[in-house]
């Protein structure tokens, strides 16, 4: 059974780093293509960054240069490395499974991500 497990989110003021986790068990995951999403009150749910399998990465705009994602398959842990939070980043960050050729997704119960001004 899949199960993804957030942690690392608080209350930070702007210009201030977050490391959020994303905890996996239950999946492949090294062969798994890993994201994170966020959510905010009214909004839609949108893509922040996913990493493959190998490596490659890729993030929305409006983190590029600010946000990093990683992974430890030994760990199998996902992270965002986020610096020089702005308050348009508050949301409800959720990890993301997906293994590519397969119809599997997993979601994780989300991390509530909070940047006053």
Known sequence: QAQLVESGGGLVQAGGSLRLSCAASGISFSRNVMGWYRQAPGKQRELVASIMSGGTTNYADSVKGRFTISRDNAKNTVYLQMHSLKPEDTAVYYC???????????????????VSS
């Open 96 to 114: 993301n499974a997906r293994l590519p050729g397969f119809s599997f997704t997993s979601w994780g119960q989300g991390t509530q991500v909070t």
